[in-house]
C-alpha cells in the first residue's frame, strides 16, 4: 500500500482520498494544511484517522517518513513551489491541474523530478476516464476530421461573491487563477490529449475587473482541421462537446469526465457509446498514479502533454493579458 498524504482539505481533495482509497493502492497517512485544526476536520472524514499524522509545516512533511507519496490540491500558485520541495524531499506528487502558473515553472518542475529520481504527475482525469478512451478511439470511425468545438462553461459559485465586491481565489490573479486556467483547462487538455501541438493558436478573452479572464474562446489550428475552445467561469452552456467527421459526428457529454458519448449520423438514430464508468472519475487518474510510483518511472506520454499544455496556456494568456505575480519571477 502506498502510504498517500494530501496538501489541501477541499472538496476536491475529498474527492481524489476518496478515490485512491477505492484503488486499494493507497493508504491515507497524512495530512498538511496550514491550520492544524482544518488537517484535522479533514481526517476525520475517513475510518482510520486516529492513524493519519497532521502537518501544518511543509518541510516536515517533506522528511517525515509517514508517506511515500503526495497529492498537491492547494491553489494554483502553490503548486510549483509545493510540488518542487516536496520532490526533492523525495516524495512521489501527484499534482492537481494546472501544474503550474506557467510553463517555465512546468519545466522546471519536471527537471526537479528527474534530478530527484520522483514521479511527477499531473492529476488530469479526463485522459484516463473509459469514455474518453472510447472518444479517441471512435475519432477514427467518423471519416476525416475537418472540425471539432470542446465546450465547458459553467457559472462560478463564487461568482456572485465576486461581483458583491469580493476577491475570491476563483477570480484572483494572486493565486494563478481565472476561467481558462481552471475550467478551460479541461477543454485545452483534451484538445492536446486528442490531437496534440497544434500548428497555431488564436485566443480572445473577457477580463474581469481583477485582470483575470472570466470567459473566452480559443482556436486551434492543425493542419486538416480545427478545434475551437469554449470555457466560462461565468456563465453556463447545456451543449456536448462536438468532433465533426465527414462521415459521422460525436458528441461528448462533461468533456471533463467523460459523462456520455454519442456517434450522430445523418439519416440515422443517436448511436450511445458509453461505456460504464466509476462514480468518482478520480479512480482512474489515481490508479495511473499508483501503477507510476509503484514502477518508480513517470509516464513519458503524460510528461509530454503536460509540458504543451502548460506552454499553451502561457501563449494564450500572454495574448489575452493575464498577467500572473508567479511571473515575473521566471522569463517566460
Same mark, same amino acid.
Given at each position: 500500500?502506498?502510504?498517500?498524504?494530501?496538501?489541501?482539505?477541499?472538496?476536491?481533495? =475529498? %474527492?481524489?482520498?476518496?478515490? !485512491?482509497? #477505492?484503488? $486499494?493502492?493507497?493508504?491515507?497517512? @497524512?495530512?498538511? &494544511?496550514?491550520?492544524?485544526?482544518?488537517?484535522?476536520?479533514?481526517?476525520?472524514?475517513?475510518?482510520?484517522?486516529?492513524?493519519?499524522?497532521?502537518?501544518?509545516?511543509?518541510?516536515?512533511?517533506?522528511?517525515?517518513?509517514?508517506?511515500?507519496?503526495?497529492?498537491?490540491?492547494?491553489?494554483?500558485?502553490?503548486?510549483?513551489?509545493?510540488?518542487?520541495?516536496?520532490?526533492?524531499?523525495?516524495?512521489?506528487?501527484?499534482?492537481?491541474?494546472?501544474?503550474?502558473?506557467?510553463?517555465?515553472?512546468? =519545466? %522546471?518542475?519536471?527537471?526537479? !523530478?528527474? #534530478?530527484? $529520481?520522483?514521479?511527477?504527475?499531473? @492529476?488530469?482525469? &479526463?485522459?484516463?476516464?473509459?469514455?474518453?478512451?472510447?472518444?479517441?478511439?471512435?475519432?477514427?470511425?467518423?471519416?476525416?476530421?475537418?472540425?471539432?468545438?470542446?465546450?465547458?462553461?459553467?457559472?462560478?459559485?463564487?461568482?456572485?461573491?465576486?461581483?458583491?465586491?469580493?476577491?475570491?481565489?476563483?477570480?484572483?490573479?494572486?493565486?494563478?487563477?481565472?476561467?481558462?486556467?481552471?475550467?478551460?483547462?479541461?477543454?485545452?487538455?483534451?484538445?492536446?490529449?486528442?490531437?496534440?501541438?497544434?500548428?497555431?493558436?488564436?485566443?480572445?478573452?473577457?477580463?474581469?475587473?481583477?485582470?483575470?479572464?472570466?470567459?473566452?474562446?480559443? &482556436?486551434?489550428?492543425?493542419?486538416?482541421?480545427?478545434?475551437?475552445?469554449?470555457?466560462?467561469?461565468?456563465?453556463?452552456?447545456?451543449?456536448?462537446?462536438?468532433?465533426?467527421?465527414?462521415?459521422?459526428?460525436?458528441?461528448?457529454?462533461?468533456?471533463?469526465?467523460?459523462?456520455?458519448?454519442?456517434?450522430?449520423?445523418?439519416?440515422?438514430?443517436?448511436?450511445?457509446?458509453?461505456?460504464?464508468?466509476?462514480?468518482?472519475?478520480?479512480?482512474?487518474?489515481?490508479?495511473?498514479?499508483?501503477?507510476?510510483?509503484?514502477?518508480?518511472?513517470?509516464?513519458?506520454?503524460?510528461?509530454?502533454?503536460?509540458?504543451?499544455?502548460?506552454?499553451?496556456?502561457?501563449?494564450?494568456?500572454?495574448?489575452?493579458?493575464?498577467?500572473?505575480?508567479?511571473?515575473?519571477?521566471?522569463?517566460?
Amino acid at each position: 500500500m502506498i502510504k498517500l498524504a494530501v496538501v489541501g482539505t477541499n472538496w476536491i481533495t =475529498k %474527492q481524489f482520498v476518496d478515490a !485512491a482509497l #477505492e484503488t $486499494g493502492r493507497f493508504v491515507l497517512s @497524512a495530512v498538511y &494544511s496550514r491550520k492544524e485544526e482544518n488537517a484535522k476536520a479533514f481526517a476525520e472524514q475517513f475510518e482510520n484517522s486516529e492513524q493519519v499524522t497532521l502537518f501544518n509545516d511543509l518541510d516536515e512533511l517533506g522528511d517525515s517518513d509517514k508517506a511515500q507519496a503526495v497529492y498537491v490540491a492547494s491553489p494554483n500558485s502553490f503548486h510549483a513551489p509545493q510540488a518542487m520541495a516536496l520532490l526533492r524531499a523525495g516524495k512521489h506528487v501527484i499534482c492537481e491541474k494546472p501544474l503550474a502558473s506557467n510553463y517555465a515553472l512546468a =519545466k %522546471q518542475m519536471y527537471q526537479v !523530478a528527474q #534530478e530527484s $529520481g520522483s514521479v511527477l504527475f499531473e @492529476a488530469f482525469m &479526463s485522459p484516463h476516464t473509459p469514455n474518453f478512451k472510447k472518444l479517441k478511439e471512435e475519432l477514427n470511425n467518423i471519416g476525416a476530421l475537418r472540425q471539432a468545438s470542446i465546450s465547458y462553461c459553467q457559472r462560478s459559485s463564487r461568482y456572485d461573491r465576486f461581483l458583491a465586491g469580493e476577491n475570491p481565489n476563483t477570480f484572483n490573479p494572486e493565486f494563478s487563477n481565472g476561467s481558462i486556467m481552471d475550467i478551460g483547462y479541461y477543454c485545452l487538455g483534451s484538445a492536446v490529449e486528442l490531437f496534440g501541438r497544434p500548428t497555431s493558436v488564436q485566443a480572445q478573452a473577457n477580463l474581469l475587473s481583477s485582470g483575470v479572464d472570466g470567459n473566452g474562446t480559443v &482556436s486551434l489550428q492543425y493542419p486538416d482541421f480545427n478545434v475551437v475552445l469554449l470555457h466560462s467561469k461565468t456563465s453556463d452552456s447545456y451543449v456536448p462537446s462536438e468532433f465533426q467527421g465527414e462521415q459521422a459526428a460525436l458528441h461528448m457529454t462533461m468533456i471533463s469526465i467523460g459523462e456520455k458519448l454519442e456517434r450522430v449520423t445523418r439519416g440515422q438514430p443517436n448511436q450511445d457509446l458509453s461505456l460504464p464508468q466509476h462514480s468518482n472519475p478520480m479512480y482512474y487518474e489515481a490508479l495511473e498514479f499508483a501503477e507510476q510510483v509503484e514502477s518508480n518511472t513517470i509516464n513519458e506520454e503524460c510528461k509530454a502533454r503536460s509540458l504543451i499544455v502548460a506552454e499553451l496556456l502561457t501563449e494564450i494568456r500572454l495574448q489575452t493579458g493575464v498577467v500572473f505575480p508567479a511571473d515575473k519571477t521566471v522569463t517566460l
